[in-house]
C-alpha cells in the first residue's frame, strides 16, 4: 500500500529525507531566506522566486511518511496531550494527527464540496494563480520565521478560494469518546468513518476500546484499513473496517455510537451508489432513507446505559440554499425512543480576514448531539 500511496502522491526515492518528510528539505534553506522585510521590497519578485523554488520541487505540501513513520506518529499520537471536554465544550488546538490522514487518504483531496466540482489542496497547489496567491497571503497574514516553508504554505492553500474537505480530528474524537464512554474495553460504533480521524483518536485511547467502523466508499474503506493494520502494529489492538451503509449495516453490543455523518448533498465523496448525495435526491428522502434507518439500528443496538451522539450542523449548499438538518436530526432521533441529553459545543477556527477578529469575542462551533436511551 505504501508504494500505491507514493505513487499517488508522485512521490520518488530522492524526496524521502527520513521516516517524516515534505519533499522540500532540499530547498528549505532558500525558503527560509524568504523573510518579510525580503517581501516588501519587492514583492512580486519574492513571489515569483517561491513560487519557482515550489514548481521545481512540486509536491502538494503535506507531511509524507515512510510505513515506519506512520507506525511512530500513530505512536506518539497515542502518547501526545490533548484538550479534554469540560463543561460540556471542547476547545481548540486538537491538531495532532491530522498529518497521518491528509497522507494516507488522497482521495479526501478530490471529493467535492457543495457541488462545486474538486477544488482540494491539491488542485489549488497546481494551478498557479492559486499558489501565487497563497505565497501572497504567507507574506501579508504571517510573522516570524520560515514563512513560506511547506507548513505554511499549505495552511496558506488552505484559505485560497472555496470550501475545504477536512477529517474529523482524531484528538477531538479521542476526547469526545472518553467523555461519552468512560467504559474500558467499551465498544465504540462509528457509522461513517470518513478518513480515519475517529478510528485513530479511539483507537488510540488508554480506555482500549474496541472500534467497530462501516462506511460505503469503497477506496477510503482500503485506506482505512491499511490504517487499521498500521495501528494494530503500533498499539497492539485489532478494529474492524466495514465496507457498509449504515442504514443496512445492525451492530451489536455497543456502548458508544458516535459519528459525523454525511450530510445529504454537501459533500461528494465518490459517484458509487451508496453515496449519499447519489442515493438521496431530496432532503427528505435522506431522512426516510437514510438518517432514520441508522438511528433505529443503533438504537437496538445500544447496550442499557449507552450513548448514541451525532457531530452535524446546519449548513448552506452551492447557491446559498439553506439546509436545517439540526433540529430535524433530533426529533428522528427522539421519535424513535432516544432522549436529548446534552449538546457538547466543539470550538471551531474562525477564517482570518475582515470581520473575524478573533480577539472580538467571534465564537464558531459545532455542536456534538447526545442522546440516551
Known amino acids: 500500500m505504501i508504494d500505491q500511496l507514493y505513487k499517488i502522491w508522485n512521490l520518488k526515492p530522492h524526496h524521502v529525507a527520513g521516516n517524516q518528510f515534505t519533499g522540500y528539505e532540499s530547498i528549505q534553506d532558500q525558503l527560509n531566506t524568504f523573510t518579510k522585510c525580503v517581501y516588501e521590497k519587492d514583492p512580486e519578485s519574492t513571489i515569483e522566486q517561491v513560487f519557482s523554488l515550489y514548481r521545481g520541487v512540486n509536491l502538494v505540501p503535506i507531511t509524507y511518511y515512510t510505513e515506519t513513520g506512520l507506525v511512530r506518529a500513530i505512536s506518539d499520537f497515542a502518547s501526545a496531550k490533548y484538550n479534554t471536554v469540560s463543561n460540556s465544550r ?6 495532532h494527527g491530522q498529518g497521518i490522514s491528509r497522507f ?4 479526501m483531496m478530490t471529493a467535492e464540496p457543495k457541488g462545486r466540482g474538486s477544488n482540494s489542496l491539491r488542485d489549488r497547489f497546481y494551478d498557479d494563480t492559486k499558489l501565487r496567491r497563497a505565497i501572497r497571503i504567507c507574506f501579508e497574514f504571517r510573522d516570524g520565521a520560515n514563512l513560506v516553508g511547506p507548513v505554511a504554505m499549505r495552511r496558506a492553500l488552505e484559505l485560497v478560494t472555496g470550501e475545504n474537505v477536512t477529517n474529523f480530528k482524531a484528538a477531538n474524537a479521542r476526547a469526545i469518546v472518553e467523555y461519552l464512554c468512560p467504559v474500558m474495553w467499551g465498544s465504540v460504533y462509528d457509522y461513517s468513518c470518513g478518513y480515519g480521524g475517529r478510528l485513530l483518536g479511539t483507537a488510540a485511547s488508554r480506555m482500549q476500546y474496541n472500534y467497530i467502523g462501516v462506511d460505503p466508499n469503497t477506496e477510503t474503506v482500503k ?6 493494520n498500521l495501528i494494530e502494529e503500533a498499539t497492539g489492538r485489532h478494529h474492524e473496517i466495514l465496507c457498509e451503509t449504515s442504514q443496512n449495516h ?3 453490543n455497543i456502548d458508544c455510537a458516535f459519528s459525523s455523518p454525511p450530510y445529504f448533498n454537501l459533500e461528494k465523496y465518490s459517484d458509487e451508489p451508496t453515496q449519499c448525495m447519489v442515493e438521496f435526491q431530496s ?4 431522512f426516510e432513507g437514510y438518517a432514520e434507518p441508522t438511528i433505529r439500528n443503533i438504537y437496538s443496538a445500544l447496550v442499557s446505559g449507552g450513548v448514541f451522539a451525532t457531530n452535524i450542523a446546519d449548513y448552506k449548499s452551492y447557491g446559498n440554499k439553506e439546509y436545517a438538518v439540526v433540529d430535524r436530526w433530533v426529533q428522528t432521533a427522539e421519535k424513535i425512543g432516544f432522549r436529548h441529553s446534552e449538546t457538547v459545543k466543539m470550538m471551531l477556527n474562525t477564517r482570518p480576514g ?4 478573533k480577539t472580538a469575542g467571534r465564537e464558531k462551533w459545532e455542536g456534538v448531539y447526545v442522546f440516551t436511551k
Open 104 to 107: 494516507l487518504f488522497p482521495n
Open 283 to 286: 432532503l427528505d428522502e435522506w
Open 250 to 252: 445492525i451492530p451489536e
Open 223 to 228: 485506506y482505512l484499513n491499511y490504517y487499521s
Open 90 to 95: 471542547l476547545g481548540l488546538g486538537n491538531n
Open 354 to 357: 475582515v470581520g473575524n477578529d
